[in-house]
């Protein structure tokens, strides 16, 4: 599996506060990874680098083998890389179809049928299709969240950062989201996916990583890395043991 | 997968409001053919502050950039008026041709001005706008400190030349109404407003920030010049306190926030409230100040999108087609 987003020896520091050490994260084409970790691991700040919302202090991302460290986040969404962020941003002033619009004609860089056509399966993907004309501000939390993976779905990404996608949700609701990621992965889309629920990734991911303070502890195949002795440690602590 | 349905972009309610917007502005355009001459100047002090909402919105409402320095577009238009009739050029050209200047002027403040954000911007803005004013007032070929009336115009006899000025003025008025339509009917509308309500995001998802920002400065810029060159026109006497004072921006932002920011209908109706209470109460002095500062404040509180909300809300279209909609195919 040749990569599709690649890291390597990546580090962030905001002053005395080191957040990413030496940190290596790869991602097949079509990959699923989760990452897991306690809060304050870094696993936001990785997602940050790798979509250039941050420069690194050290270290280089590739996008299929392109060197983009130094490349703005809109320029590393048109080359693949889609977004969701941690709270959904919903653009609130516009209709939920206009925000996926956004994201299909800048992201995409599609036009006419073509913009219209992928909005609306877009939408349609996301059971959002009934609430398309609705003003993005009036939505409720699940509905937010589906709006945030419909924009990042639209942009036409061959890979996807979800950030916690579903802290806050009921098991029903995070239910729902995880088989509309599992209809994600049934295109060639390889995703990241940052999640506390532990069980709802592990139905989803092929690889499991585990960070704690800035570094990657653990990685490898999820039942694996789940029982690892580092891992029950650092990160599921006395509940898993 | 999803055949049944499709995006349109216009139906018959925008159709017909599109409609009555065009004939709104001829019939504006007839109005020195049949009313009395205060009328038309009044008209003309409308559509300068309509100019100016417009541009302020196109700022702060769609690009998210608060500017608090926009008088300085106002003053260097109406100073560069002065200064290019000085050098022989018909007053109504120079008029143009300063509104011009004032968009280059933008163009070569906007690298240093839009590296800052929020306040910072807001602040820098407004430190140009005094600058200005100060090399103005060092310069007595432009009258220095007392102020400089336009020549030129003089000539002509009043009534034509109120005339002249408000068919100017409109025309400025409908040109940059215009122009932010294009921009707002582009596929750069969605993203402008995708800006003003969450840059960051609209950058994860493809958006390049600065062009489009630039754009908005450059063209709030040009506005705003000949906003200040009309108000000249119309007046034909400036003094750089006044014409590059901060309560340019105060007005601005009064009309905006009352008539919606973000919006395109917004900042129409914020001009005609705004001169409609100027018109009334302007004669209280402070208290007419006060009163102005408390309506704000109001709005801000209880209706923070403003008048063109309670009309947004409640209508089941938009008037204008520049949005997007999803409706079942065929």
């Given at each position: 599996?040749?990569?599709?987003?690649?890291?390597?020896?990546?580090?962030?520091?905001?002053?005395?506060?080191?957040?990413?050490?030496?940190?290596?994260?790869?991602?097949?084409?079509?990959?699923?990874v989760g990452i897991v970790g306690?809060?304050?691991?870094?696993k936001?700040?990785l997602?940050?680098?790798?979509?250039?919302?941050?420069?690194?202090?050290?270290?280089?991302?590739?996008?299929?083998?392109?060197?983009?460290?130094?490349?703005?986040?809109?320029?590393?969404?048109?080359?693949?890389?889609?977004?969701?962020?941690?709270?959904?941003?919903?653009?609130?002033?516009?209709?939920?179809?206009?925000?996926?619009?956004?994201?299909?004609?800048?992201?995409?860089?599609?036009?006419?049928?073509?913009?219209?056509?992928?909005?609306?399966?877009?939408?349609?993907?996301?059971?959002?299709?009934?609430?398309?004309?609705?003003?993005?501000?009036?939505?409720?939390?699940?509905?937010?969240?589906?709006?945030?993976?419909?924009?990042?779905?639209?942009?036409?990404?061959?890979?996807?950062?979800?950030?916690?996608?579903?802290?806050?949700?009921?098991?029903?609701?995070?239910?729902?989201?995880?088989?509309?990621?599992?209809?994600?992965?049934?295109?060639?889309?390889?995703?990241v996916w940052i999640e506390?629920?532990?069980?709802?990734?592990?139905?989803?991911?092929?690889?499991l990583v585990c960070m704690?303070?800035?570094?990657?502890?653990?990685?490898?195949?999820?039942?694996?890395?789940?029982?690892?002795?580092?891992?029950?440690?650092?990160?599921?602590?006395?509940?898993?043991? | 997968?999803?055949?049944?349905?499709?995006?349109?972009?216009?139906?018959?309610?925008?159709?017909?409001?599109?409609?009555?917007?065009?004939?709104?502005?001829?019939?504006?355009?007839?109005?020195?053919?049949?009313?009395?001459?205060?009328?038309?100047?009044?008209?003309?002090?409308?559509?300068?502050?309509?100019?100016?909402?417009?541009?302020?919105?196109?700022?702060?409402?769609?690009?998210?950039?608060?500017?608090?320095?926009?008088?300085?577009?106002?003053?260097?238009?109406?100073?560069?008026?002065?200064?290019?009739?000085?050098?022989?050029?018909?007053?109504?050209?120079?008029?143009?041709?300063?509104?011009?200047?004032?968009?280059?002027?933008?163009?070569?403040?906007?690298?240093?001005?839009?590296?800052?954000?929020?306040?910072?911007?807001?602040?820098?803005?407004?430190?140009?706008?005094?600058?200005?004013?100060?090399?103005?007032?060092?310069?007595?070929?432009?009258?220095?400190?007392?102020?400089?009336?336009?020549?030129?115009?003089?000539?002509?006899?009043?009534?034509?030349?109120?005339?002249?000025?408000?068919?100017?003025?409109?025309?400025?008025?409908?040109?940059?109404?215009?122009?932010?339509?294009?921009?707002?009917?582009?596929?750069?509308?969605?993203?402008?407003?995708?800006?003003?309500?969450?840059?960051?995001?609209?950058?994860?998802?493809?958006?390049?920030?600065?062009?489009?920002?630039?754009?908005?400065?450059?063209?709030?810029?040009?506005?705003?010049?000949?906003?200040?060159?009309?108000?000249?026109?119309?007046?034909?006497?400036?003094?750089?306190?006044?014409?590059?004072?901060?309560?340019?921006?105060?007005?601005?932002?009064?009309?905006?926030?009352?008539?919606?920011?973000?919006?395109?209908?917004?900042?129409?109706?914020?001009?005609?409230?705004?001169?409609?209470?100027?018109?009334?109460?302007?004669?209280?002095?402070?208290?007419?100040?006060?009163?102005?500062?408390?309506?704000?404040?109001?709005?801000?509180?209880?209706?923070?999108?403003?008048?063109?909300?309670?009309?947004?809300?409640?209508?089941?279209?938009?008037?204008?087609?520049?949005?997007?909609?999803?409706?079942?195919?065929?």
């Amino acid at each position: 599996m040749s990569p599709i987003l690649e890291g390597s020896g990546l580090s962030m520091r905001y002053g005395d506060l080191q957040v990413l050490t030496g940190v290596d994260f790869t991602v097949g084409e079509g990959e699923a990874v989760g990452i897991v970790g306690p809060n304050g691991a870094g696993k936001t700040t990785l997602l940050n680098v790798l979509a250039g919302a941050v420069r690194p202090t050290a270290g280089t991302v590739r996008i299929a083998g392109r060197d983009v460290t130094r490349a703005r986040p809109d320029q590393r969404c048109r080359l693949g890389v889609g977004r969701a962020f941690q709270v959904p941003r919903p653009f609130g002033g516009m209709t939920v179809l206009e925000n996926v619009v956004v994201a299909a004609s800048y992201g995409a860089g599609l036009r006419g049928p073509a913009l219209s056509r992928q909005a609306a399966d877009v939408l349609e993907e996301c059971g959002l299709t009934e609430l398309a004309n609705r003003r993005a501000e009036s939505l409720g939390l699940l509905h937010r969240k589906r709006l945030e993976l419909a924009r990042c779905l639209a942009t036409g990404p061959r890979v996807v950062l979800l950030d916690e996608i579903g802290a806050g949700l009921t098991d029903a609701e995070a239910a729902e989201l995880v088989s509309a990621v599992r209809q994600v992965r049934s295109g060639d889309i390889a995703i990241v996916w940052i999640e506390h629920i532990v069980h709802v990734l592990v139905q989803v991911v092929d690889r499991l990583v585990c960070m704690d303070t800035g570094r990657v502890i653990a990685d490898g195949e999820p039942q694996a890395v789940l029982g690892d002795a580092v891992v029950i440690d650092a990160y599921l602590g006395k509940a898993a043991s | 997968m999803s055949e049944q349905w499709t995006v349109k972009r216009s139906g018959r309610a925008t159709r017909i409001s599109s409609g009555v917007f065009v004939l709104i502005g001829i019939v504006l355009f007839t109005v020195p053919l049949g009313f009395r001459a205060d009328v038309v100047q009044q008209l003309t002090t409308l559509c300068t502050l309509l100019i100016m909402a417009v541009m302020w919105n196109v700022l702060a409402g769609y690009g998210g950039l608060v500017s608090v320095g926009q008088q300085a577009f106002i003053g260097f238009g109406a100073y560069a008026t002065v200064y290019l009739a000085q050098l022989g050029v018909p007053a109504y050209l120079a008029v143009v041709l300063a509104a011009l200047a004032s968009a280059v002027l933008a163009v070569a403040l906007a690298p240093l001005l839009l590296r800052l954000r929020g306040g910072q911007f807001a602040v820098g803005t407004w430190v140009v706008a005094e600058a200005l004013a100060l090399l103005v007032a060092l310069d007595h070929e432009l009258g220095g400190g007392t102020g400089v009336s336009l020549r030129g115009l003089n000539t002509i006899a009043p009534d034509w030349r109120r005339a002249y000025t408000y068919w100017l003025t409109l025309g400025f008025a409908v040109l940059l109404l215009v122009l932010v339509f294009l921009l707002l009917r582009r596929r750069s509308g969605a993203a402008i407003q995708a800006i003003r309500d969450d840059e960051e995001a609209a950058a994860s998802l493809g958006v390049r920030i600065m062009p489009l920002k630039f754009m908005l400065f450059v063209l709030a810029g040009f506005g705003c010049g000949a906003a200040g060159a009309l108000t000249l026109a119309n007046t034909l006497f400036i003094q750089p306190q006044s014409i590059f004072g901060v309560q340019w921006s105060a007005y601005m932002l009064f009309m905006v926030l009352v008539g919606g920011i973000g919006t395109y209908e917004g900042p129409i109706l914020g001009a005609i409230l705004f001169f409609l209470l100027q018109d009334w109460f302007a004669q209280y002095g402070a208290w007419y100040l006060i009163g102005l500062g408390a309506v704000a404040i109001a709005f801000a509180l209880f209706l923070p999108r403003g008048l063109w909300s309670l009309a947004d809300d409640r209508l089941p279209f938009r008037l204008l087609p520049v949005g997007y909609t999803l409706r079942p195919a065929g």
